[in-house]
Each structure stands twice: as C-alpha cells, then as structure tokens.
C-alpha cells in the first residue's frame, strides 16, 4: 500500500507568491545535526521552499522533512541518536588481508537502526507534495554527480548518498556503482538556479582555515573540505557570471532577477564525527550551535544576501577552551516571586526544579580577559508541574561579573525554553560578596532563581526557588571537565592551569585578601 500524499515542513506547497527558494543542505558527516538547529530557526522565521536538495549527511534531514517529520521531532531524533548504533562492521577478511580492504565499516548499523530511529520512510519521501526534493549521489563508472529526484529516492541511494571511499562501501543499483558526491561536490546550487529558484538558502558545515593540520585523521578530513569548498567556490563564481549576464539582459533558466544567497555556518569548524563518538560533544550541543549561528545571522540578514565569493566561506582557528556539566537543584514555586519564599513553598509541596547545565567557554584566554568572563550555557530543566527534560535553546554564561557594588560579583546561569509553545526564561544568579572564607561554599553553590514569562528576563517573574550544588554534584562536575580544541596534552594542562588560576584568584581577593583587609582594621 502506498504512502498517502503529504506536504513536508517548510514546502512552499506550489504558493506563486512565495518567492522561488532552495534549502541546501550539504554533507558534513553525523555533524549534520547542527543543520537540523538551523533548520528550526529557519522555519520559525516561516519560510518556504519550492526545492531541497541534499548531500551526503545533508540528505539525512531532507529524508526526515520529506518522510513528514516536524523539526522539533528532528532535533529530537538526533539528540537521542546513539552513536554506538551507527557501526557495524565487514566480514574480517576485509581487515586482515589488504588486497580485499573496501571500507572501514558497513552500512548495515544506518538500515536497520539510525534510518529508522531518525524516522525515515521511503515510501512518504517519495509520496511528499508541495517541493521537489533532490538527492545528490556519485556515479562512479561516469564521475560525474547524479541527481536523483525524491520520487524515485530509495533506501540504496541514500546509503550510497552517504558512503564516502573508505568508510562505507559502494552501493551497486542497476549495475551502477554509486558512492558519497562530497568530492565531486557537496552541495548543488546550480541545480537549484537550474529549476528556477532565484532565493538560495545554505547551510554549511564543511571545515575552512587556512593552517594543515598533522594526523592521518585530519589528513583524510582535508581532502574533503578542500574538494567541498572548491566545488563550491566553483559555483559561487559560476551563479556570479549568471548574475552579471542577467544584469546585462539576458535570460538564464528563466530568470530576470539577480539570484540572491543566505549562508548560515558556524565562525569555526565544528568538532570532526569522532567527538561525537567520544563524548566530546552532544548531538544537542550541535543543535543549539546550528539554531545559534542562524539566528545570528537572521539578525544581520541583509536583503541582498551574502557575495558569491570564496572569503565568503572562511572560517578561523577554534580557540583552547573549557567545558563542564553542573547540575543544581532544590526548592521552587510557580507561587512565588522571591528565590527565597519560592524555596520555602516548594519544600512545603514538594515541587523542586533541576537545571542540568553544560557550560562551554569557547576561547580561555578571552575568557579570562574579558570583565564579564563570558561562556556558553546549555541544557535540561526538570520541573514537575511545567514538563520534565525541557529543552533549552537559549543560554547565558557568566562567571564572576561585576556589579555596581565593587564588592559584588556574579554568577550567571540563564536558559530560554519553550514548554507547549510558550516562551519561558529561567534566571539565576549566585551572590559572591567580599567577606568571610566561611562564606565561600555556600555563596558559590546557591542560586538565587526565578522563571520568567517570555523569551527574557523582561517577562513577568511566574515562579522562584533556590538551586544548589551539593558535595556529590561537585565531584561529578570535576570530573566533566574538559579542554576542548587542544592540539596536545601539554596544550590540555595550560588551558586547565588557566582556568584553575584565574578561579583561585578570584576566590582569593574575594575571600582572603577581604578577610585578611577587616582583620587588620580591626
């Protein structure tokens, strides 16, 4: 039996009024979801699309969105996408003897659990209305890209969309080999101007610093991005020639406007696939990088779009920095305005909040010089009476920032979320004062909170508590502590004496050195 016909998220549904827009959402590995976070802040902004177009891991969430899955459920699929489950491995003799070597694995781990985990139906892609969807696959016996409409799009295709040489094995589909396009090129913009869309909309991921960087990972990664980002320039220039023809008059598929492009990419190369097998980084985490660099961009959109220029694409060294997960709990009350009256009603009901927050400093040595010693904020809040592990996708960070009371310094943690559609903000502050050493534990493991109605702390205060960190919840924070984008295991040990100094500094004026000023006076 067929699938019924739909009408996938984001699909201009053949609305003439609409602008003539593509998606384009390249490759990048199981990093792709990153794009899903940028999806959801693309299509909160309501944008249409009359064609999508994936590559290599991009064609994983046009899969999704065309099997008729809502963002929110795509985010969700790849944040409780279990890594271990994408491997499998060939028979051994593919191993131990050269001459027989394909690949480094077998697709059998994505057909029969990450497909269907991410929700994935042939039979919706190829029944979806409203946008035409288009996979990009390598013919390897022509060497050319072929593009393959989602009407026709099968299991086989989207397997050897994604099998770059050497990791999966080439797929044979009616005595054709077919592999991975990402380096022929990862994505296809000209096939979109080719079908009439005049509005490009890209999200890209692949990795564009100009230092090589040592090792036979990142030696193999290089190869890629310097085939993905040259197959892209190429076609930057090409859509910039067709600009300037149709300025001089001319037609070209159809077109009598300049072709404009949006380009949504993180500042610098997200971390490689192996992070993700590591724990080095959550697919969650990629989500909020995504919805974070596009609303930046939708920010500072401009109506033109980006040039179709190379520099367009470059990226910059990810600095040394530092993340730790810290979890903080305790009483809390919709009926209550003041952290402390919030504490003390939901103790007397029972109702307690817990934030589970990961903390990311992207740059360690800006971090310290920085006055408002700013980070990243991500995370979970469970609260019984609103919903339990509600997503946050916002997030504010600061450790000990200045206050008008030059004996007053904060701690900041802040997330947004959204529950059943409305907008909440959880804002807490812990209160570091100048004083006694005895105060040191229970000023740097209290926070003041209180939850606000709407996306900031300008909404109306719905609810109050205190959360604290206890003795077990510090050892487990120590023990999340990790450098992030260190080169080596020297690079590792700085980074960590310089967060270890500047945090015994601080705790020094502000305990010891103010202790040891009023011993004195007195």
């Not at 600061?398 to 559609?421: A, I, R, W």
């Amino acid at each position: 039996m067929a699938a019924q016909a739909h009408i996938p998220q984001g699909a201009a549904a053949d609305d003439s009024r609409l602008p003539k827009r593509a998606l384009i959402l390249p490759g990048g590995g199981m990093r792709l979801s990153y794009a899903a976070g940028a999806l959801a802040e693309i299509f909160a902004h309501d944008l249409k699309f009359q064609h999508m177009d994936g590559t290599s891991g991009g064609s994983l969430n046009l899969a999704m969105l065309l099997s008729g899955l809502k963002i929110d459920d795509i985010c969700e699929r790849w944040r409780t996408l279990n890594m271990r489950k994408t491997i499998s491995f060939l028979p051994l003799g593919n191993y131990i003897w050269p001459p027989r070597f394909v690949a480094a694995g077998s697709a059998a781990a994505f057909r029969e659990k990450v497909y269907p985990h991410l929700g994935i139906d042939f039979e919706k892609i190829r029944a979806a209305e409203g946008v035409q969807g288009t996979f990009n696959v390598c013919n390897f016996g022509q060497k050319m890209n072929e593009v393959i409409l989602h009407q026709d799009m099968m299991e086989d295709f989207l397997v050897a969309g994604m099998s770059l040489p050497g990791t999966l094995p080439p797929v044979t589909i009616k005595d054709a080999v077919y592999l991975d396009s990402g380096f022929i090129q990862d994505a296809n913009l000209l096939e979109a101007v080719k079908r009439g869309a005049n509005e490009l909309w890209l999200v890209w991921v692949m990795g564009n610093i100009p230092s090589y960087r040592s090792g036979p990972l990142n030696a193999y990664v290089q190869l890629l991005e310097m085939s993905a980002n040259g197959a892209l320039i190429k076609e930057l220039q090409q859509i910039k020639d067709i600009n300037a023809r149709i300025a001089n008059g001319e037609q070209l598929y159809g077109h009598q406007q300049p072709i404009t492009l949006h380009l949504i990419k993180p500042a610098h190369p997200l971390p490689l696939d192996s992070a993700l097998y590591t724990g080095a980084i959550s697919h969650n985490d990629l989500i909020e990088m995504g919805r974070t660099d596009a609303r930046a961009y939708f920010n500072s959109m401009k109506p033109e779009g980006v040039p179709f220029e190379p520099y367009i694409l470059k990226m910059t060294t990810q600095k040394t920095g530092l993340q730790f997960k810290e979890t903080m709990k305790g009483g809390f009350s919709l009926d209550a305005v003041d952290p402390r009256d919030g504490q003390t009603k939901g103790k007397q009901a029972n109702t307690q909040l817990a934030m589970h927050a990961t903390v990311s400093i992207d740059d360690m040595d800006a971090f310290v010089k920085d006055a408002n010693h700013p980070g990243h904020l991500t995370g979970t809040i469970d609260f019984a009476p609103l919903g339990m592990g509600m997503v946050a996708n916002t997030g504010v960070f600061n450790l000990f920032k200045p206050t008008d009371d030059p004996k007053l310094t904060l701690m900041v943690y802040e997330l947004g979320f959204e529950h059943q559609g409305e907008a909440y903000y959880l804002a807490g502050r812990k209160e570091v004062r100048d004083g006694s050493v005895f105060k040191l534990w229970p000023e740097t493991t209290t926070l003041y909170t209180q939850l606000h109605k709407g996306a900031d702390k300008s909404g109306a205060i719905i609810g109050a508590g205190i959360l604290t960190l206890g003795a077990v919840d510090l050892t487990k924070l120590v023990s999340t502590l990790t450098v992030t984008h260190a080169d080596s295991f020297q690079e590792k040990i700085k980074t960590l004496g310089v967060f270890s100094g500047f945090f015994m500094r601080e705790l020094w004026d502000t305990y010891v050195k103010q202790a040891h000023k009023t011993s004195a006076k007195a």
